[in-house]
């Protein structure tokens, strides 16, 4: 189960490595916008950083509930800042000075794949936060606190 959870939290990287460097969130006929273009783009590449970084802390030490915490946060400001970018999409002063072309604005893929690469990440983290919310700590030699006899 653990190996399926890497994979996932793998395959959500790397959906939003695509998304962040690859594929365009806006398009103009055949003018693609990229998500550097956008006004705060920088937010939604930070918590995407933040989400990865703590994601493979989480991986790397378990039980680690306050890295999935912190995942999980990221994941959720990184999902809605996909959405709030790519919904500008057709806002054409924020990416053209000037003369702006005169094409009907269609959203890019790169909005879509970034919240649904969250998705799949933040699934991921949540069955390794549910797998390890059960995981019992040990207790041992606390005065005044009775030891369970196996």
């Known amino acids: 189960m653990r190996v ?6 793998i395959v959500g990287a790397l959906g939003n490595l695509l998304a962040v460097l690859v594929l ?12 550097h273009r956008f006004p705060g783009w920088f937010v939604h590449l930070a918590a ?5 970084g ?12 306050r890295p999935l915490a912190v995942s999980g946060a990221a994941g959720l400001v990184a999902a809605g800042s996909a959405v709030v970018i790519a919904s500008g999409y057709d806002d054409a002063s924020s990416f053209f000075d ?14 879509p794949v970034a919240v649904l690469a969250v998705l799949v990440s ?4 949540a069955v390794l936060a549910a797998r ?4 019992p700590t040990r207790t041992i030699g606390r005065p005044g606190v009775p030891t369970p006899s196996h």
């Open 132 to 135: 390890t919310r059960g995981t």
């Open 24 to 35: 365009p969130w806006a398009r103009y006929g055949s003018i693609d916008i990229p998500l």
């Open 48 to 52: 995407v950083i933040v989400l990865y």
């Open 4 to 9: 399926a959870i890497r994979i996932a939290v």
């Open 54 to 65: 703590a994601a493979l802390w989480a991986l790397l030490r378990p039980p680690a509930r």
């Open 98 to 111: 000037g003369t702006v072309p005169a094409v009907m604005p269609a959203l890019g893929s790169g909005g």
């Open 122 to 125: 933040l699934t991921a983290l």
